[in-house]
């Protein structure tokens, strides 16, 4: 049964740091791996989209990383700034029987001013 | 339309009512899922069409859930005689293609269920 975890589970930052926010799958049967964020009270936006193949992607100040053997991936955020403060949620859409999107349960960003 | 659509965005019953959840996917996506995310946790996994037919039911956590997608695009997540434990936000999720390397999931704002 895939499993993904994320790590860290909630963290806080002063506004301009660069930082880094993990995700770990247990099971490397994969088609692609998917960074979303999630607003309070809203759904959630697709970010990012790494296929198996593939070793990264970036988007403006967005880079993710995916390392499938191993089971992980990484969401660098440069020059982070107030408006990135959200739920941040690493998905991997399994490959085999079952084919459907597995979360992990999310890190919590707040830049401070 | 330009994104996914879900009506009610809150609904609040009682316990022992019925209750349908309305997804419009995005136009033209064969893949419709539903997900079901508690407080604090990530989204888990209900049921999945392709097209018309669910291909995959296995998240639906008991017979008292139930979805329908009769024409390829709208779906309805129906539950019966609720219970205080289904209170959760419910999300759906429309992709373009069959599931591979570049299948894209898009969300919507999700229907916050509470049931008292």
């Known amino acids: 049964k895939q499993e993904v975890t994320q790590i860290p589970a909630a963290l806080s930052v002063p506004e301009g740091e660069n930082l880094v926010l993990n995700c770990s799958f247990t099971?490397?049967?994969?088609?692609?791996l998917q960074w979303f964020r999630q607003d309070p009270g809203k759904g959630l936006t697709s970010l990012l989209l790494i296929q198996s193949s593939q070793r990264e992607q970036t988007s403006g100040r967005l880079n993710a990383s995916l390392d499938k053997s191993s089971g992980r991936s990484t969401l660098y955020i440069a020059a982070s700034q107030p408006g990135d403060s959200a739920t941040y949620l690493c998905?991997?859409?399994?490959?085999?029987?079952?084919?459907?999107?597995?979360f992990g349960k999310g890190t919590k960003l707040t830049v401070n001013p | 339309g330009a994104g996914v659509s879900q009506t009610p965005s809150n609904k609040v019953t009682e316990k022992g009512k019925y209750v349908e959840l309305r997804c419009d996917p995005i136009?033209?996506?064969?893949?419709l899922y539903w997900y079901r995310q508690s407080l604090g946790q990530g989204p888990e996994f209900l049921i999945y069409f392709q097209g018309t037919g669910a291909a995959d039911d296995s998240g639906l956590p008991n017979d008292r859930f139930f979805a329908v997608r009769p024409e390829g695009s709208v779906s309805t997540l129906k539950i019966q005689r609720t219970e205080r434990g289904d209170s959760a936000v419910y999300l759906c999720?429309?992709?373009?293609?069959?599931?591979?390397?570049?299948?894209?999931?898009?969300f919507g704002q999700g229907t916050r269920l509470t049931v008292v």
């Open positions: 136009s033209g996506h064969t893949a």
């Open positions: 998905a991997v859409l399994t490959q085999g029987g079952s084919e459907k999107l597995v």
């Open positions: 999720a429309s992709s373009r293609t069959r599931t591979g390397p570049n299948t894209e999931a898009f």
């Open positions: 099971d490397s049967a994969i088609y692609n």
